[in-house]
């Protein structure tokens, strides 16, 4: 029996405060003028501590390197490592040219490396050399022994990762095919004007993060986000949790999940609120010395974290 055409459902949540219609380089701009000597990123277990002006000195100037590799925008930078303020410093730097940041799980085996390399076609891979049994660097040559062979400032041409171009080294020494990161921060004006004119060039609309499902239904699937989504998904949840200037959220759940870099990172940005690590992964301990080091006013985790903390002698 025919019940007749079907009526369609659309329901509006509160519109009396507008959603954020910038993109992640104009907030940092924003956030770097309005609060430029307040903490932005302190990573304890790196003893690092960058200021809102200081974080957006250091993004224009790893994006200006990420240009001088070919990077365009669109193109997809990839950021597998654990929690790092080079992890947060890529996200930025990326949003400044338009890049798309994939979101590497610091947990992939190698053959899940290779299927996420392949599935979004990975241009440049930002990673650190090792984290405790995950030999990083080893694996991804494993996949792209050409590495191994590359003369300075050639781009690799591999058989099973044919769309990777350039890999980036963290930390540790000169490795033969690979950059060091901090090399590539280029403070030369020229590069940095050329990174401004493209980040006053890019729409919150354009693409600008993609993240991995867990894949537990099947492989995992890549899902493609733009800085309005983000964005306001990290400010909505701020407002939501009472997050304000000066606060200080301690950050130990994993970067390369939307809890990290979404609700933590972007979260902090659009409030004026530092961002605090207090290791590259769960401790229960690092996490407690961190909230007391640092007068942390907001924690972050999930309930295995919490109950861990609280069992903690």
């Known amino acids: 029996m025919d019940s007749g055409p079907l009526d369609l459902s659309h329901v509006v949540g509160d519109t009396s405060q507008p959603l954020i219609d910038n993109t992640i380089g104009q907030m940092l701009s924003e956030a770097a003028d309005r609060w430029p000597h307040q903490d932005a990123v302190v990573s304890v277990h790196q003893d690092i501590r960058w200021t809102y002006s200081e974080l957006m000195a250091k993004s224009e100037e790893l994006a200006a390197g990420l240009l001088s590799l070919g990077v365009e925008k669109g193109d997809r930078v990839g950021i597998w490592a654990p929690n790092l303020a080079e992890w947060t410093l890529t996200q930025f730097a990326t949003a400044q040219i338009g890049a798309i940041l994939v979101n590497v799980n610091p947990a992939y085996r190698i053959f899940e490396l290779e299927f996420a390399l392949n599935k979004v076609g990975l241009k440049v891979l930002v990673t650190p050399k090792s984290y405790k049994t995950s030999l990083y660097a080893d694996m991804v040559e494993e996949l792209a022994p050409e590495i191994k062979s590359l003369g300075a400032g050639a781009e690799l041409q591999s058989e099973k ?49 993609i993240q991995f499902t867990s894949g537990t239904t099947g492989l995992p699937k890549g899902a493609t986000l733009s800085h309005r989504n983000i964005l306001n998904n990290g400010y909505w949840v701020g407002e939501n949790i009472g997050l304000t200037q000066g606060d200080r959220l301690c950050i130990p759940v994993p970067l390369y999940h939307c809890f990290g870099m979404v609700m933590g990172n972007l979260g902090c940005l659009t409030h004026g609120a530092a961002m605090v690590y207090p290791a590259e992964t769960f401790d229960p301990s690092a996490t407690l010395s961190a909230i007391e080091a640092e007068r942390c006013t907001g924690l972050y985790g999930v309930p295995t974290m919490f109950i861990a903390q609280l069992e903690h002698a």
């Open 161 to 209: 990762l044919p769309h990777l171009r350039h890999v980036i080294l963290i930390d540790g020494d000169a490795r033969a095919g690979w950059h060091r990161f901090d090399d590539l921060l280029s403070d030369a004006p020229e590069a940095l004007s050329q990174v401004r004119e493209i980040a006053g060039s890019l729409d919150p609309d354009d693409a600008i993060n």
